[in-house]
């Protein structure tokens, strides 16, 4: 096993420079001029060039590239074009809210998919694995920000239960930061919710046929044992494949939410660094994205082995 | 299993639910100091005025730093920091005295010498400030309040360039952040201005934070606009990103916020049924919608062609495509903003009214050889995306071919600048918006340069142009000036810098408990009242 992880650990290395080297060039041959956008409307072609000269943009790409990796290497990851500041700082402002909102997410998510595809599952073919089923497709299909203006419309603005907007740090209390973030997690989890509970309710149909469980139950236990004990262990599996692959997409993938509900996350910081053409920040979080990427597939995968003894590597 | 169901059920919605009702009464924001909420049409990002001519920046400006002139809501140009100015007889020398007790956020006070450190930072980077300086012989500054200007010759020029109302507006800073050169940004924010910079507080893509400057001595004339007393009456003020056009209009419905800069057009009629939203037009000049084509390459190298569109198009199309209600626009044929003392249709009188007919006479006697029309389209702008599609059609009509090249805006910033062929990645038009203060005279308007390659985007070529807006800047009469400006006009008519396709004018959206909201040409936080 320790093998196995330390080879992980550094096949991750050849996976970063293949990345690196995408996200370079796909930035510079991406139209826009970064140094045009700082000067403003009124400024001339001058002021422009000299700002690109300012922002090392007139180097030739591969001293560039260089640099930065070079930089990198030594844990700078460089300054944002706009704030004149480190990109590593912004990423640290920003990377609170964005995890706070995947925790949330996922944590709603799972109490509520994980309960509802066993169910589904062993209710098999009844109006509530249809219902179960049916409501997965609506929360696969609609868009997550009609469901954030829904919810705000009827919880925020109707209700007056929760506010439209905003995000509360921890370190200002515990009971704003919660109460904040409950709404757009809820409007977040809804795909979540849908996809969990499809693949909870797939895995469980294929083990509640197994012999274990024909023996676990002829042995006379309960049936709130029989699923938990053992068609749940048995199919946590491909639904801990799942539950990783959300918690990636959410670190990086939660622009519409952050936008809708006002979270100054990662998602919101990505969006403005890309229209932007902040060039370090988009890279800084592009190679982050895809650390989280590999450190959580790894993390599966060495969770395979706790579920299931049988699994070696 | 019937316990197991029932746990699984009401577990997944219970703790969400409680959660939220019981800690609704934890989270409810009772704030001690009054506080301005505004979210404003962009995010703050540079935190330089004369280093970028981004309005954002220049909004921020007019937050930390002060003028010495400022802009009234008449358009006139009124002293602000200035209290005192003696014009020689022979009109080369201005002495001017700053008004007593003002400081700068550290504690210092406003001298002679940091108004010249300015002025010349600020007369660096500025198209107008450069322009000023060009008639400036020598500066004083002095440790005290005065300062003087010695010009190597008479020009009206002076006090309409100090008291420029936009970007890049001449900020006073203090001396040692002002020997900055123009080409760096500076990296202390101390100002005079009304509100401090709490740069701590700043989080880029959240928030930006200011405190009212408790030892600003404000002129003791009422406010209006720029000028005036800039009197505070909130302790704080916090920009708010919000970038959700529905988001926006519900928190300021909802109170978590007091004021949107820019609403949305399309929410207006919204905003207009709540009872707790109110719309002021605040800026009595609007925008200016302008169309700008590329004089490098064919067809707009030809003025015939460019003349041709100015038949063709006519402004009501343009607006009613993007603002839609006609309490939000005004058609102007004047250049100079109509309402402002420089406003004349000369050259116009009979252009902008969809006269196909001439229009096409017009492109068949330029000898068009179908050479396309490369468009640019921003098409992530509500604001200008519909704008491509009325003059790509206008254009046809005439006998144009057009290629329209959608794209997001910052895109079209980037290929604006290129000067190869539209098929090598330039372009030969784009529209674009202005606030209307920077297209009020012929020193400001920057599309106006026609200095070939020293002019914007676009370079147009024009010595008559060129020539007639350096024979405005030396006159200081203003009926001269208006008749110089009637000349400029025809000669644009003639042959178009850029077409200008209506005034258009952004209500600001604000909560019912708010008043006080200074009319002013670029928005400003000082006169604002909140009933808590």
């Given at each position: 096993?320790?093998?196995?992880?330390?080879?992980?650990?550094?096949?991750?290395?050849?996976?970063?420079?293949?990345?690196?080297?995408?996200?370079?060039?796909?930035?510079?041959?991406?139209?826009?001029?970064?140094?045009?956008?700082?000067?403003?409307?009124?400024?001339?072609?001058?002021?422009?060039?000299?700002?690109?000269?300012?922002?090392?943009?007139?180097?030739?790409?591969?001293?560039?590239?260089?640099?930065?990796?070079?930089?990198?290497?030594?844990?700078?990851?460089?300054?944002?074009?706009?704030?004149?500041?480190?990109?590593?700082?912004?990423?640290?402002?920003?990377?609170?809210?964005?995890?706070?909102?995947?925790?949330?997410?996922?944590?709603?998510?799972?109490?509520?998919?994980?309960?509802?595809?066993?169910?589904?599952?062993?209710?098999?073919?009844?109006?509530?694995?249809?219902?179960?089923?049916?409501?997965?497709?609506?929360?696969?299909?609609?868009?997550?920000?009609?469901?954030?203006?829904?919810?705000?419309?009827?919880?925020?603005?109707?209700?007056?239960?929760?506010?439209?907007?905003?995000?509360?740090?921890?370190?200002?209390?515990?009971?704003?930061?919660?109460?904040?973030?409950?709404?757009?997690?809820?409007?977040?989890?809804?795909?979540?919710?849908?996809?969990?509970?499809?693949?909870?309710?797939?895995?469980?149909?294929?083990?509640?046929?197994?012999?274990?469980?024909?023996?676990?139950?002829?042995?006379?236990?309960?049936?709130?044992?029989?699923?938990?004990?053992?068609?749940?262990?048995?199919?946590?599996?491909?639904?801990?494949?799942?539950?990783?692959?959300?918690?990636?997409?959410?670190?990086?993938?939660?622009?519409?939410?952050?936008?809708?509900?006002?979270?100054?996350?990662?998602?919101?910081?990505?969006?403005?660094?890309?229209?932007?053409?902040?060039?370090?920040?988009?890279?800084?979080?592009?190679?982050?994205?895809?650390?989280?990427?590999?450190?959580?597939?790894?993390?599966?995968?060495?969770?395979?082995?706790?579920?299931?003894?049988?699994?070696?590597? | 299993?019937?316990?197991?169901?029932?746990?699984?059920?009401?577990?997944?919605?219970?703790?969400?639910?409680?959660?939220?009702l019981s800690l609704g009464a934890v989270a409810t924001s009772a704030q001690a100091e009054s506080v301005?909420?505004?979210?404003?049409?962009?995010?703050?990002?540079?935190?330089?005025?004369?280093?970028?001519?981004?309005?954002?920046?220049?909004?921020?400006?007019?937050?930390?730093?002060?003028?010495?002139?400022?802009?009234?809501?008449?358009?006139?140009?009124?002293?602000?920091?200035?209290?005192?100015?003696?014009?020689?007889?022979?009109?080369?020398?201005?002495?001017?005295?700053?008004?007593?007790?003002?400081?700068?956020?550290?504690?210092?006070?406003?001298?002679?010498?940091?108004?010249?450190?300015?002025?010349?930072?600020?007369?660096?980077?500025?198209?107008?400030?450069?322009?000023?300086?060009?008639?400036?012989?020598?500066?004083?500054?002095?440790?005290?309040?005065?300062?003087?200007?010695?010009?190597?010759?008479?020009?009206?020029?002076?006090?309409?360039?100090?008291?420029?109302?936009?970007?890049?507006?001449?900020?006073?800073?203090?001396?040692?952040?002002?020997?900055?050169?123009?080409?760096?940004?500076?990296?202390?924010?101390?100002?005079?201005?009304?509100?401090?910079?709490?740069?701590?507080?700043?989080?880029?893509?959240?928030?930006?934070?200011?405190?009212?400057?408790?030892?600003?001595?404000?002129?003791?004339?009422?406010?209006?606009?720029?000028?005036?007393?800039?009197?505070?009456?909130?302790?704080?003020?916090?920009?708010?990103?919000?970038?959700?056009?529905?988001?926006?209009?519900?928190?300021?419905?909802?109170?978590?916020?007091?004021?949107?800069?820019?609403?949305?057009?399309?929410?207006?009629?919204?905003?207009?049924?709540?009872?707790?939203?109110?719309?002021?037009?605040?800026?009595?000049?609007?925008?200016?919608?302008?169309?700008?084509?590329?004089?490098?390459?064919?067809?707009?190298?030809?003025?015939?062609?460019?003349?041709?569109?100015?038949?063709?198009?006519?402004?009501?199309?343009?607006?009613?495509?993007?603002?839609?209600?006609?309490?939000?626009?005004?058609?102007?044929?004047?250049?100079?903003?109509?309402?402002?003392?420089?406003?004349?249709?000369?050259?116009?009188?009979?252009?902008?009214?969809?006269?196909?007919?001439?229009?096409?006479?017009?492109?068949?006697?330029?000898?068009?050889?179908?050479?396309?029309?490369?468009?640019?389209?921003?098409?992530?702008?509500?604001?200008?995306?519909?704008?491509?599609?009325?003059?790509?059609?206008?254009?046809?009509?005439?006998?144009?071919?057009?290629?329209?090249?959608?794209?997001?805006?910052?895109?079209?910033?980037?290929?604006?600048?290129?000067?190869?062929?539209?098929?090598?990645?330039?372009?030969?038009?784009?529209?674009?918006?202005?606030?209307?203060?920077?297209?009020?005279?012929?020193?400001?308007?920057?599309?106006?340069?026609?200095?070939?390659?020293?002019?914007?985007?676009?370079?147009?070529?024009?010595?008559?142009?060129?020539?007639?807006?350096?024979?405005?800047?030396?006159?200081?009469?203003?009926?001269?000036?208006?008749?110089?400006?009637e000349k400029l006009q025809q000669q644009v008519a003639k042959k178009p810098t850029h077409i200008h396709?209506?005034?258009?004018?952004?209500?600001?959206?604000?909560?019912?408990?708010?008043?006080?909201?200074?009319?002013?040409?670029?928005?400003?936080?000082?006169?604002?009242?909140?009933?808590?």
């Open positions: 096993m320790a093998t196995y992880l330390i080879k992980r650990v550094f096949s991750v290395i050849p996976v970063m420079l293949v990345v690196a080297v995408i996200v370079f060039m796909m930035l510079r041959l991406t139209p826009g001029d970064p140094a045009a956008i700082i000067a403003g409307d009124a400024a001339t072609s001058q002021d422009i060039a000299q700002i690109r000269d300012k922002l090392g943009l007139e180097e030739p790409l591969i001293a560039q590239f260089g640099i930065w990796i070079g930089n990198m290497l030594t844990g700078d990851f460089g300054d944002s074009f706009y704030y004149k500041r480190t990109v590593s700082s912004m990423i640290a402002d920003r990377v609170g809210p964005t995890l706070a909102l995947a925790t949330f997410t996922i944590f709603l998510a799972c109490i509520v998919a994980v309960p509802l595809g066993t169910i589904a599952a062993y209710k098999q073919g009844s109006w509530l694995d249809r219902t179960v089923m049916g409501m997965s497709v609506v929360g696969f299909s609609v868009p997550v920000f009609v469901i954030g203006y829904i919810m705000i419309y009827i919880f925020a603005v109707k209700l007056d239960w929760f506010p439209v907007q905003g995000y509360q740090p921890i370190s200002d209390g515990i009971g704003g930061f919660i109460y904040r973030l409950i709404m757009p997690s809820m409007a977040l989890s809804v795909i979540f919710i849908a996809l969990i509970a499809r693949m909870t309710r797939t895995s469980v149909l294929e083990v509640l046929n197994e012999d274990y469980i024909r023996t676990a139950r002829a042995k006379g236990l309960a049936e709130s044992k029989v699923m938990t004990r053992h068609a749940l262990r048995n199919a946590a599996v491909p639904i801990v494949t799942v539950i990783g692959f959300a918690v990636a997409i959410l670190i990086g993938g939660v622009v519409v939410t952050e936008s809708v509900f006002v979270i100054p996350g990662l998602g919101t910081l990505t969006l403005d660094a890309i229209q932007g053409r902040d060039y370090p920040t988009v890279q800084a979080l592009i190679m982050l994205f895809s650390v989280v990427y590999v450190l959580i597939n790894l993390f599966i995968d060495v969770i395979y082995t706790i579920l299931d003894p049988r699994i070696r590597y | 299993m019937k316990k197991f169901l029932r746990r699984s059920v009401i577990s997944a919605t219970a703790i969400t639910l409680t959660m939220g301005l909420t505004v979210n404003m049409h962009s995010d703050l990002k540079i935190v330089d005025p004369i280093w970028t001519t981004a309005y954002m920046s220049r909004n921020y400006g007019y937050m930390v730093y002060d003028t010495l002139y400022g802009m009234n809501s008449k358009g006139e140009i009124k002293p602000q920091m200035v209290d005192k100015l003696d014009i020689s007889a022979d009109g080369l020398t201005y002495n001017f005295t700053l008004r007593s007790g003002m400081t700068f956020h550290d504690g210092a006070p406003v001298t002679g010498d940091d108004v010249v450190a300015s002025i010349k930072r600020w007369g660096s980077k500025d198209a107008m400030g450069q322009l000023m300086m060009g008639f400036v012989k020598d500066m004083k500054g002095s440790t005290g309040d005065t300062f003087s200007l010695n010009l190597n010759k008479p020009t009206g020029l002076i006090i309409q360039a100090l008291g420029k109302p936009s970007s890049n507006v001449p900020f006073i800073m203090p001396a040692r952040i002002a020997a900055t050169p123009g080409s760096e940004q500076i990296t202390e924010y101390v100002g005079s201005g009304p509100f401090v910079f709490l740069k701590d507080e700043w989080k880029p893509g959240d928030k930006a934070e200011f405190a009212k400057f408790a030892e600003y001595k404000p002129r003791s004339e009422p406010g209006d606009g720029l000028a005036g007393g800039k009197v505070v009456h909130v302790d704080k003020v916090v920009w708010k990103v919000i970038r959700d056009a529905q988001t926006k209009m519900n928190a300021l419905s909802k109170g978590e916020i007091d004021v949107i800069e820019s609403p949305s057009h399309d929410l207006l009629p919204l905003m207009e049924k709540d009872p707790n939203i109110q719309l002021i037009d605040l800026n009595p000049f609007g925008n200016q919608y302008t169309f700008r084509p590329n004089a490098l390459h064919p067809p707009f190298n030809n003025p015939k062609i460019l003349e041709a569109l100015l038949y063709a198009f006519n402004q009501e199309d343009f607006v009613m495509s993007t603002v839609g209600d006609p309490k939000y626009f005004k058609l102007c044929k004047a250049m100079f903003i109509c309402g402002t003392p420089l406003a004349t249709e000369a050259g116009f009188e009979d252009k902008l009214e969809s006269n196909y007919k001439k229009a096409r006479e017009l492109v068949e006697e330029a000898g068009y050889d179908g050479t396309p029309v490369l468009i640019m389209h921003p098409t992530d702008l509500a604001i200008l995306g519909n704008l491509v599609p009325v003059a790509k059609s206008a254009m046809e009509k005439i006998g144009l071919k057009v290629d329209m090249v959608a794209m997001d805006w910052q895109t079209l910033v980037g290929r604006r600048n290129k000067k190869e062929l539209p098929a090598e990645g330039g372009w030969n038009a784009f529209i674009t918006s202005w606030n209307s203060v920077d297209n009020a005279s012929p020193l400001s308007t920057p599309m106006l340069n026609a200095a070939c390659d020293k002019a914007l985007f676009g370079w147009p070529c024009d010595d008559i142009i060129q020539g007639l807006r350096n024979e405005y800047a030396n006159e200081a009469d203003a009926g001269k000036q208006l008749a110089i400006v396709l209506g005034q258009w004018y952004q209500p600001t959206a604000m909560g019912a408990n708010i008043s006080g909201a200074p009319v002013s040409p670029v928005v400003a936080f000082w006169g604002y009242k909140k009933a808590e």
